[in-house]
């Protein structure tokens, strides 16, 4: 039983309400993704993941070798990599050969849509249509990656195989929709500069992909823009990391003071290595659609956040202060380091990305701050291309 309902707040719309208390760190629920994709240009660099589920199929020996470029790396307490439990699991599919992480992903991705969108041996080929739109979605999306057309053919996967597609028109309907010319922004944040012209053509190769007469109802312009839409405002970015889940097991355990200390060291070392050859790219990334946690407002004082326990694409959603019946459950849709900038950075963050402005206690008692930007913001800024355009 779910201890929370949407609601529908007059002049807010849709929230999330705690229909009991929750302690700080309690579970409110988890939930598997409508649909989730591992990021385009992670895959072709090879950060192995599942196919169905994103959990990493690698070894932690074989990723951290990766990752530092470096064969020759070595990692202690090989007895606690997380893989260990799965690694004998790893399967694939017979036809076109994407792995999984266990017979029953398998079987899911069968049954909810790989039965359609398998492309057998032309997985590889570059000229299959597929193929050429995930390539020209690359051309137009590089690192750091926030989304991926990918996401948008699994749904269309989904869609052809479902024997019940009204109740998937639905579901897909109840992510949040588009406010009018508001949705331009978004498509500007996914695809940059010259997104109209992008637009055009990765609509075309779209098209391309999905010439049938049963996707007549995705291929129209506004169809395909809406679908776009969905994803830009609704996806939640999922990482999943064999090196970050053994750091914490490793972390946890029991050792005297002085094997501590060095184990922290070795760690530091480990991630100095990495950091040098993969940067900030240590993780399988990706980004998925959650029927429930997509209705959680944004607050910048959250008093819950999305984790990703399992090192897959389910995410438990857990409290982080004392929540009271009758609370509002909000997270964050910003990361850490853009909730301590200032208000109006903040705002121009959410504005950009999901078309809001933000009501929470923490704006409204810093309304009166002047409209100035965090120093740090300077790296990411895009254009002032918006600046006048709050919405109430
Ligand atoms: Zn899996
Ligand atoms: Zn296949
Ligand atoms: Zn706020």
Same mark, same amino acid.
């Given at each position: ?29 988890? %939930?598997?993704?409508?649909? *989730? ?12 993941? @599942?196919? /169905?589920?994103?959990?990493?199929? %690698? ?36 036809? @076109? ?7 029953? @992903? ?44 990918? =996401? ?8 052809q195989q479902s024997s019940k597609k009204s109740e998937f028109l639905e579901q897909l309907q109840s992510?949040?929709?588009?406010? #009018? ?6 498509? /500007? ?18 098209? /391309? ?33 064999? =090196? ?12 005297? +003071? ?35 946690? *997509?209705?959680?407002? /944004? ?35 910003? +990361?850490? @380091?853009?909730?301590?900038? *200032? ?8 504005? %950009?990305?999901?078309?809001? #402005? $933000?009501?929470?206690?923490? $704006? ?9 930007? *965090? ?11 918006? %600046? ?5």
């Amino acid at each position: 039983m779910n201890h929370f309902e949407i609601r529908e707040i007059p002049g807010k719309g849709r929230a999330m309400i705690a229909t009991k208390n929750f302690a700080a760190n309690e579970v409110i629920f988890e %939930e598997e993704p409508f649909v *989730s994709s591992q990021f385009s240009w992670n895959t072709a660099y090879g950060y192995a993941a @599942c196919d /169905h589920c994103m959990r990493p199929l %690698e070894t932690l020996l074989e990723n951290v070798r990766r990752l530092a470029s470096d064969p020759k790396v070595e990692v202690p307490l090989l007895q606690h990599d997380p893989t260990a439990a799965w690694v004998a699991q790893f399967t694939q599919c017979p036809r @076109c050969k994407v792995r999984y992480c266990s017979e029953d @992903c398998l079987m899911e991705a069968q049954k909810r849509y790989h039965r359609v969108a398998c492309m057998g041996a032309f997985r590889l080929d570059d000229s299959h249509p597929i193929n050429v739109l995930n390539e020209t979605w690359k051309k137009m999306h590089y690192p750091p990656e926030t989304g991926t057309i990918m =996401l948008i053919v699994r749904l269309m996967a989904m869609y052809q195989q479902s024997s019940k597609k009204s109740e998937f028109l639905e579901q897909l309907q109840s992510f949040q929709a588009l406010i #009018v010319n508001r949705e331009q922004k978004i498509y /500007h944040k996914m695809l940059g500069e010259n997104f109209e012209n992008q637009m055009e053509q990765l609509y075309r190769a779209f098209c /391309h992909a999905f010439a049938g007469e049963e996707f007549a109802s995705f291929t129209t312009p506004d169809a395909f823009k809406t679908l776009m839409g969905i994803m830009g405002t609704n996806s939640q970015g999922i990482a999943t990391s064999v =090196l970050a889940q053994w750091v914490t097991k490793v972390s946890d355990l029991p050792l005297p +003071d002085a094997d501590k200390a060095q184990l922290d060291t070795v760690i530091d070392e480990i991630y100095a290595k990495v950091g040098e050859f993969a940067g900030e790219f240590l993780n399988n990334e990706g980004s998925g659609l959650y029927l429930l946690q *997509s209705k959680i407002n /944004h607050s910048c004082v959250p008093n819950s956040c999305s984790t990703f326990p399992y090192s897959n694409d389910i995410v438990v959603l857990k409290a982080l202060t004392p929540i009271q019946e009758g609370d509002e459950i909000c997270i964050s849709y910003l +990361d850490e @380091c853009q909730l301590e900038r *200032s208000r109006h950075s903040r705002h121009k963050v959410l504005r %950009e990305n999901y078309i809001f #402005v $933000c009501q929470c206690p923490k $704006c409204r008692a810093q309304a009166s701050d002047p409209d100035e930007t *965090s120093d740090e913001e300077d790296d990411d800024e895009m254009d002032d291309y918006d %600046e006048d355009d709050d919405m109430n």
